[in-house]
């Protein structure tokens, strides 16, 4: 069973770096875009960030532009999303999900998830 697992979330003060991993059960996945979504309480799945297939491209939403850095290890068929100057809204769940078919900022076209790792952060 094809499977995506974050881990790395946690409880962490404002202004704190954090770096979350999303390791792939199959190595097919090392030739998909990945990319990592977040959803806050009431809130809708919103686009983090994604990276291409070679790791040659990148991503990111407007929230967390300039603080965040996405990148991939094939060879471990690992995406990783560091996140810098983390700030109490960035408070949700975050996903890390492959596949896209179209739009990467749209999560309705991407193909896989994970089940997801809670980044509280503390003012």
């Known amino acids: 069973q094809v499977q995506l697992v974050e881990s790395g979330g946690g409880l962490v003060q404002a202004g704190a770096s954090l770096t979350l991993s999303c390791a792939a059960s199959?190595?097919?996945?090392?030739?998909?875009?990945m990319g990592w979504f977040r959803q806050a309480p009431g809130k809708g799945r919103e686009f983090v960030a994604a990276i291409t297939w070679s790791g040659g491209s990148t991503f990111y939403g407007d929230s967390v532009k300039g603080r965040a850095t996405i990148s991939r290890d094939n060879a471990k068929i690992t995406v990783y999303l560091k996140m810098n100057s983390l700030k109490p809204e960035d408070t949700a769940v975050y996903y890390c999900a492959a596949d896209p078919e179209g739009d990467y900022t749209l999560y309705a076209d991407w193909g896989y998830w994970g089940q997801g790792t809670q980044v509280t952060v503390s003012s």
């Open positions: 199959e190595r097919t996945f090392s030739r998909y875009p």
